[in-house]
């Protein structure tokens, strides 16, 4: 499975003992793997500024996840046709996101526990606002790159009625630069070309003879020449149209054909040298904003753990992965069971209408009594 629970223990030697009675139950029954969840002590400061940052980093933590699904969605869309290839650019460090989780340690060297929380917090806000705005601007550039490729593209598809003919076309199919004659180019239905090759002739007056040449085919139909002079023009469209053969209205420019070419390679010779360090920069800013949010997660943890245990510091982080679905219901009862004592303490506190416990609600289906945070790593589903 691609989730995992964050839990919280007090740190006393009776929890302790209910944390190994967890596990034990927990291995016996296969319900999960479970490992320690390492996370260092913060200068603590106030109740009050913790009560503050509990609120900032629920905050915080929905929208770093936020923002790496944008950002995996985006590489699934930067890869397009190597979409199996999406996981192994997925990584934290250079490693699957699972080992990172379970080899958890804190980054002194980029988030220091010597300065306030505040600080901390701070420093990882600015971090994925950065990446935020980076990721707007980088990926807008190339979708609209994307985009406008794609519409040319477009042209290039469909049946003879609607797409592009400026890839189809040459300038040896036309009579040019004539002030008397001129190519049209019709679309004859399939079963109708020998009756076509018989009657385009006849159609109206001063049809070139033997001027027709298939030059395209689609599914239903194929494009044929034929050169008059341009005064019968109306009439031959006119019979034409009786005849259930379709005039394409299509004069040959040179210089617009050129364009389109040039516009399209353009587009292909952009969009390839967009790619590769586009796909970088996603590879290195969704490593560092995952790690960031497995950082703001052990952050909730700490928080969370001072304002439901108390002070001084002591409480027991553990990583719990539930093998498979169908054992979660069964993974949290044995945790309820384990940690039950844990309820006293909290009923307790709930009477008193002043002492505000985050985490803590009063629907038994939303309370849990330890402290608990869910990691989804199901970043495309």
Not at 335 to 348: I, K, M
């Amino acid at each position: 499975m691609s989730e995992f629970w964050l839990i919280s223990a007090p740190g006393d030697k009776e929890n302790l003992q209910a944390l190994e009675r967890m596990n034990t139950v927990t291995s016996k029954s296969n319900l999960s793997y479970n490992t320690k969840f390492v996370i260092p002590d913060f200068k603590v400061g106030t109740l009050d500024s913790l009560v503050g940052l509990s609120d900032e980093l629920g905050k915080l933590d929905s929208f770093a996840e936020s923002l790496i699904k944008r950002m995996a969605q985006s590489v699934l869309e930067v890869l397009e046709d190597s979409k199996g290839k999406v996981q192994e650019n997925l990584l934290a460090n250079g490693v699957d996101l699972t080992s990172f989780v379970t080899h958890f340690e804190w980054d002194m060297a980029k988030y220091p526990v010597k300065q306030p929380l505040v600080g901390v917090v701070d420093t990882l806000a600015k971090q994925l606002a950065q990446i935020e705005t980076d990721l707007k601007s980088r990926t807008a550039a190339y979708n609209t790159l994307k985009t406008t490729l794609e519409n040319l593209e477009k042209k290039s598809m469909g049946n003879l009625f609607t797409r592009t003919l400026s890839d189809i076309v040459s300038k040896e199919d036309f009579v040019l630069d004539s002030e008397y004659l001129i190519t049209l180019l019709v679309i004859v239905p399939k079963p109708s070309y020998m009756q076509w090759q018989k009657t385009y002739e006849s159609l109206s007056d001063m049809v070139v003879p033997r001027s027709t040449k298939l030059i395209a085919e689609d599914g239903e139909g194929g494009l044929f020449t034929v050169t008059l002079f341009r005064k019968v023009i109306d009439d031959f469209k006119i019979k034409a149209k009786e005849n259930k053969f379709t005039v394409r209205e299509f004069y040959y420019d040179e210089n617009e054909i050129k364009r389109e070419r040039d516009e399209m390679t353009r587009l292909l010779s952009d969009k390839k040298q967009q790619y590769g360090p586009l796909l970088r920069w996603l590879k290195v800013n969704f490593s560092e904003a995952f790690i960031a949010w497995i950082h703001i997660k052990a952050l909730r943890v700490f928080v969370e753990s001072v304002l439901r245990y108390g002070l001084p510091v002591n409480f027991q982080a553990v990583l719990l992965q539930p093998h498979k679905k169908s054992a979660t219901k069964r993974l949290r009862e044995v945790l309820n069971s384990v940690f039950r004592h844990l309820d006293q303490v909290a009923a307790a506190s709930l009477l008193d209408a002043s002492v505000e416990i985050p985490g803590l609600q009063l629907s038994n289906q939303d309370y849990f009594p330890y402290v608990y945070f869910h990691i989804d790593l199901g970043l495309l589903d």
